[in-house]
């Protein structure tokens, strides 16, 4: 492998001071969001939840936690500035994060009781089905603290009888169970109607004192058959544990109901065979701090894709494939943390091809695509999981490129992405737009896991070109349009256009896992592969026909 990267002050044709402070801004703007979310439903929910005898969500998650570990938290922004009218739920009203348990990784969901009760809007359901997407396809447990008042009533109907919502929970509670995925839930406050079914289809149940599960509650038992009965008779942990003898163990309070957690989790003989080999491994040769100045993260322009592999791999080797063929699209060989690993890229500079044509950086090209796909193939020969880093403008358009076949040749390359049996890893760094994102393994090809730094962009294109082809759709249904309501017709759609084009706003919609800074890309991949790596076995690749 050859060493990759130069030092900063040999870089040329990059404002590395104005980049930093660019990026300084937008992490100090992504920190000061996520402390806002960390803080739950606000003070005065907090205090009542302490109130009554209870821990948060995420007190009960860092009592869980393992010493001197970190975990990796997935939809921190889930729901932000979502159901406005309602009051945007932080973090959806879920937390769920993976952390080790007495050296296990465990997936956590956790409601948050401080956030409308612990209530289900959509996004939380589609967190939650993500969480345990994440812990199925990783052969990790999952641990459910439940303190919940179920669906949250308003919003009802997008909530209960689509394929995607409450029902797709339970659905796959048995399909965990059933590949051999332990589940353990702890009923830590109300679990009611539908929700009830969670606890009673994972493989260990435990209620705490003072908690209740039911189908029905008291009021609607009451007005259903006109019984009159207290909640605690109803659904209480001594009806759980002594009479129905649903649950399995009580608990006297959180502590006592984390620690039968802890102590489950230890009585289980985890299989340890992992799928991938793991060597000793190097820091890179160049600072992570690097990356605040190597683009704009307003308006990146040209800069060295390979710069930035060059700060997140094992000792800055980079082994090239097929370097001088389609070079808008860097491929190769790597090492992170001492797991091999494959590394589709952007290049971001504009490139002279062998024929002497020029190539845009940031746009797919045939060769370029056709390099891709090759390479997908090659790495599920070879069983090596592949990180995508995206900065891509999409697929290159005009007569050329159609005459050339480059919808055959984009199609060999999702189609690779498709089919590819090794796991995935998404990170996106500046945009991603269009066909662009689907080649480089979007949402929709299933990463295991996808992150984003602040500076990224996630829509079908360009905000400048959105605007002016909106502007001129809505420009030819009006007449005698002066130059100065055009300009205002075109800021209008443009500022509405931005807005959805920011992580903030693909994250609170579960587009991506999470924005991350960028200084922690190298430890967030590491501890995605050591996740990843739990899992002890591949399906065999199959691909579907290529045209040629």
Not at 137 to 166: C, K
Not at 225 to 237: D, K, M
Not at 313 to 323: I, M, P, R, T
Not at 367 to 384: P, T
Request: net charge neutral; hydrophobic share 40%.
């Amino acid at each position: 492998m050859s060493i990759i990267g130069n030092n900063k002050e040999n870089w040329k044709n990059i404002d590395f001071d104005s980049n930093e402070n660019s990026f300084d801004v937008l992490i100090e703007k992504l920190n000061k969001n996520k402390i806002k979310i960390f803080e739950c439903g606000g003070k005065a929910a907090v205090e009542k939840q302490h109130n009554k005898g209870r821990l948060t969500a995420r007190e009960r998650v860092k009592y869980l936690m393992d010493s001197n570990t970190n975990g990796l938290e997935i939809g921190t922004f889930a729901g932000y500035e979502m159901y406005e009218e309602y009051g945007s739920p932080p973090a959806g009203g879920v937390i769920t994060t993976i952390i080790k348990i007495n050296g296990n990784d465990c997936m956590v969901i956790a409601n948050d009781a401080t956030v409308k009760a612990g209530a289900y809007f959509e996004i939380s359901l589609k967190k939650t089905l993500r969480a345990q997407k994440i812990a199925l396809e990783n052969d990790i447990p999952v641990v459910y603290l439940v303190d919940s008042a179920g669906v949250f009533l308003p919003l009802q109907n997008q909530v209960f009888p689509d394929e995607g919502h409450f029902g797709r929970i339970f659905f796959n509670n048995a399909k965990l169970s059933s590949n051999g995925i332990t589940q353990i839930a702890s009923v830590m406050g109300p679990c009611i109607a539908g929700g009830a079914y969670l606890p009673v289809m994972c493989d260990k149940y435990i209620i705490v004192e003072g908690s209740s599960m039911f189908l029905a509650g008291p009021a609607l038992v009451k007005a259903a058959i006109g019984q009159e009965i207290t909640q605690e008779e109803l659904g209480g942990a001594d009806t759980h544990s002594s009479i129905s003898g649903t649950a399995d163990y009580k608990a006297k309070d959180d502590i006592d109901a984390l620690e039968h957690i802890k102590h489950i989790i230890s009585n289980i003989n985890f299989d340890k065979k992992k799928l991938f080999t793991k060597v000793d491994s190097e820091e890179p040769k160049f600072s992570n701090k690097d990356l605040l100045g190597m683009f704009n993260p307003h308006n990146p322009g040209q800069y060295d894709m390979l710069e930035v592999i060059a700060r997140l791999v094992d000792g800055s080797k980079f082994y090239e494939f097929k370097k001088d063929y389609g070079k808008t699209l860097i491929c190769g060989n790597a090492k992170i943390n001492g797991y091999n690993v494959g590394i589709i890229a952007n290049q971001r500079l504009v490139i002279k091809n062998d024929r002497g044509a020029l190539q845009l950086g940031g746009v797919i090209y045939s060769d370029s695509a056709d390099k891709g796909a090759r390479f997908i193939l090659n790495c599920n020969q070879d069983r090596v999981p592949i990180i995508f880093i995206h900065d891509v403008n999409g697929f290159m358009v005009g007569k050329d490129s159609e005459w050339g076949g480059i919808a055959k040749d984009g199609a060999k390359m999702v189609n690779a992405v498709s089919n590819s049996v090794v796991p995935k890893i998404t990170l996106v760094i500046g945009g991603s737009y269009g066909a662009g994102n689907y080649a480089m393994s979007g949402r929709a090809y299933e990463p295991r896991f996808m992150f984003s730094w602040p500076s990224a962009k996630l829509a079908v294109m360009g905000g400048n070109q959105a605007a002016k082809t909106l502007m001129q759709i809505k420009l030819s249904k009006m007449s005698n349009v002066s130059d100065l309501e055009k300009q205002k017709i075109y800021d209008k759609i443009k500022s509405n256009y931005d807005k959805q084009t920011k992580p903030e706003y693909g994250a609170a919609r579960m587009w991506i896992d999470e924005i991350i800074n960028p200084l922690d890309s190298r430890q967030i991949l590491i501890r995605s592969l050591e996740i990843i790596n739990n899992q002890d076995k591949l399906m065999q690749p199959k691909f579907s026909v290529f045209q040629c």
